[in-house]
């Protein structure tokens, strides 16, 4: 240990002559896990405890009365003197982080503590140091600041949109993928409100809602608006993101998918195309045909009468089958392209499901609208007919109802069929509840940017909606 002196006068010096009697502080020296040792200003060991001797590697007797210059690394002469100069200011240096070598040449990090050593007549001879070996809190330091850097690297180049959203639906950060997506610059889509970038604030409302039900979205199919006003049809995968039960901020996975719904909608309406042409051809060719067979058939049977030849009844029954397999292809035909090419045809079509539906299952099935919803859309009026026609077959089918009403709403924007039974009703539907129909009703939905529910309809029953956008006037026109 250093000479004995009297007490320091600066705060958090060393005093070398302060009386030990029972020999609790070298004890404490001693047994600390901190390297602790003094020297000279001539860099002379004048003590050393057995942490240093752990840390460094020197045993006592190796560096009792040596310089303490083997163990500064190449490159750190500078540093030291800096420190030394600052000890003889008789200032204390504390939690100084640097590197130091031991024995076998290893370089591990230190935090430092410094502090100037007085001797009795308060004359400055040396210093002392506490030496605390960080290599490994460095290590998983280092770590933890590669790892942070490359979470970040990940977040920002991923091929796919990552937003994170507050749990009041404000952007706390979103990605290069996200910000293009949007036609937009980071500082014009971070700190704004995310419904902002769509169409319907309800829809984003509703997705936060949910999340903060603790429930995870999968595939939900939504849409975004550009800067230039292009829209961007998307699938949204979201989640929350909670600490101590508290929502900290929910996590957006938005994928572009408007070049495949755009595939899709060219497809659908192709299809469309063909099954219309495959309905005219049945109705104006094979039903002109079976209608030509049966008129033939007819002439012949009452000529057979006249005659009252035997196959009189033959001919009956041809005429009759003739009959049938006219009315079969009607239906045919009109299961085919069930809507007409007119503003009114779905109202039509419409009306027509319920009427059959009542006359095929014995239920009270009717279509109700309080004024006429005209749509321009035949690609929309199609969707919307195979969407209702798959409510009312799962209602058939599930819910055992007694009364089906079907409804068509328009106003200047938007337009929304409904299907509501008074059947046994539905829970909430998790994402593994949700059937090949429901699937097949968000599809069709989503191709014609609407949005569906499915709820529960109080005191018992279900209730199917669907509200699509309008376009203006002049473009639903373009495409009647």
């Not at 490994?136 to 959203?165: C, M, N, P, Y």
């Not at 939900?220 to 508290?246: C, M, Q, Y």
Request: proline letters at 5%; a positive charge.
């Amino acid at each position: 240990m250093a000479a004995r002196g009297k007490t320091a006068p600066r705060p958090g010096a060393v005093v070398a002559d302060v009386p030990d009697p029972h020999g609790q502080l070298a004890a404490i020296v001693e047994h600390s896990s901190d390297a602790i040792f003094c020297r000279t200003f001539e860099g002379i060991i004048t003590t050393w405890n057995a942490a240093a001797a752990r840390i460094f590697g020197y045993t006592a007797s190796e560096m009792l009365g040596r310089s303490s210059r083997s163990l500064l690394p190449a490159g750190a002469e500078d540093e030291y003197q800096g420190l030394l100069a600052r000890l003889r200011r008789g200032r204390v240096v504390e939690h100084f982080e640097t590197e130091r070598l031991r024995k076998d040449g290893q370089r591990i990090r230190v935090s430092l503590t410094l502090s100037p050593v007085y001797d009795s007549d308060r004359r400055l001879n040396g210093f002392s140091t506490i030496a605390r070996d960080i290599t490994a809190q460095r290590r998983l330091g280092d770590a933890l600041v590669r790892r942070e850097a490359e979470l970040d690297d990940l977040f920002e180049h991923a091929s796919v949109g990552l937003v994170l959203v507050s749990p009041e639906g404000v952007v706390l950060r979103a990605n290069r993928a996200f910000t293009a997506l949007l036609e937009r610059r980071a500082e014009d889509v971070v700190d704004r409100p995310i419904h902002s970038f769509h169409p319907e604030a309800r829809v984003p409302d509703e997705l936060l809602k949910r999340l903060a039900r603790r429930e995870t979205v999968i595939h939900f199919a939504t849409e975004f608006h550009a800067a230039k006003g292009d829209v961007r049809f998307v699938l949204v995968d979201a989640d929350g993101h909670w600490e101590k039960g508290r929502l900290v901020h929910t996590r957006w996975f938005v994928r572009d998918i408007s070049r495949r719904r755009q595939l899709e909608r060219e497809l659908l309406e192709s299809s469309d195309r063909e099954r219309r042409i495959f309905a005219h051809e049945l109705h104006d060719g094979l039903g002109q045909q079976l209608g030509g067979i049966a008129y033939l058939s007819n002439v012949l049977r009452q000529k057979l009468a006249e005659r009252s030849a035997p196959e009189v009844a033959a001919a009956g029954r041809i005429f009759d089958l003739m009959r049938r397999a006219i009315e079969a292809t009607r239906r045919m035909a009109r299961g085919l392209s069930p809507i007409a090419e007119a503003p009114e045809g779905l109202m039509d079509a419409l009306s027509e499901l319920a009427a059959q539906t009542a006359e095929l299952r014995g239920i009270r099935c009717r279509m109700s609208s309080r004024a006429p919803a005209l749509v321009h859309d035949t690609l929309v009026a199609g969707h919307l007919y195979r969407i209702a026609q798959e409510a009312v077959n799962n209602a058939v089918k599930h819910a055992r109802p007694r009364v089906i009403v079907l409804s068509l709403r328009t106003t200047a924007k938007r337009l929304t069929l409904g299907i509501v039974d008074d059947g046994r009703g539905i829970g909430p539907l998790s994402p593994r509840r949700r059937g090949l129909g429901l699937h097949i009703m968000q599809h069709r939905a989503g191709l014609i940017r609407g949005h569906l529910e499915v709820r529960p309809r109080r005191p018992h029953g279900t209730e199917v909606v669907c509200t699509v956008p309008l376009p203006p006037v002049d473009e639903r026109l373009c495409r009647h």
